[in-house]
């Protein structure tokens, strides 16, 4: 190999690793997203399961905008189960619905019942990009939300599609 091929050959791989590294980040911040979502989605699911299978009110506690949570048992307050923010990621911030809410719990046939402290119950979580980017069609993250319904039910699902993916 000669000099120009080297050089030709390393001019070629600059501009491919230009091209690639702006869809790389958007790549990874949409995986760390994703992450974050399903980590929470995973907490609701074992709180349920664990409702169900302990035949006991059972309730999760986030703290947003941190993708945190703890499931324990809500007459005890003994501690399930735990994951703090930092397992997770910091490329995620977490909005609650109802403003304000911070705690779901589930009744032994696995439905929301009242929280213990009476407050209201998790409906919905929105995990989003911390620096404010819009989420698809209108920019580049794909926001993700969970819903939690009266019954129970679960799901992750895309808050701007409009296919199979879209929220109920």
Do not use: Y
């Amino acid at each position: 190999m000669t000099l120009v091929e080297i050089m030709i050959s390393l001019a070629v791989l600059g501009v491919l690793l230009m091209v690639a590294v702006p869809n790389f980040a958007a790549w990874l911040q949409n995986q760390q997203l994703r992450a974050a979502t399903e980590g929470s989605l995973n907490g609701l699911q074992i709180a349920r399961a664990e409702a169900i299978r302990r035949n006991a009110l059972v309730q999760l506690v986030m703290a947003p905008p941190a993708t945190g949570w703890t499931v324990s048992d809500a007459a005890s307050g003994t501690v399930l189960q735990s994951k703090v923010h930092e397992e997770g990621t910091v490329n995620a911030v977490l909005a609650v619905t109802p403003g304000g809410a911070t705690r779901v719990t589930f009744t032994p046939l696995g439905a929301v019942g009242a929280n213990t402290d009476g407050s209201a119950a998790i409906t919905q979580l929105d995990f989003t990009n911390p620096t404010g980017g819009s989420c698809q069609p209108g920019g580049p993250m794909r926001c993700l939300r969970v819903v939690v319904t009266g019954g129970g039910s679960l799901k992750m699902c895309d808050p701007v599609a409009t296919d199979a993916r879209a929220c109920p």
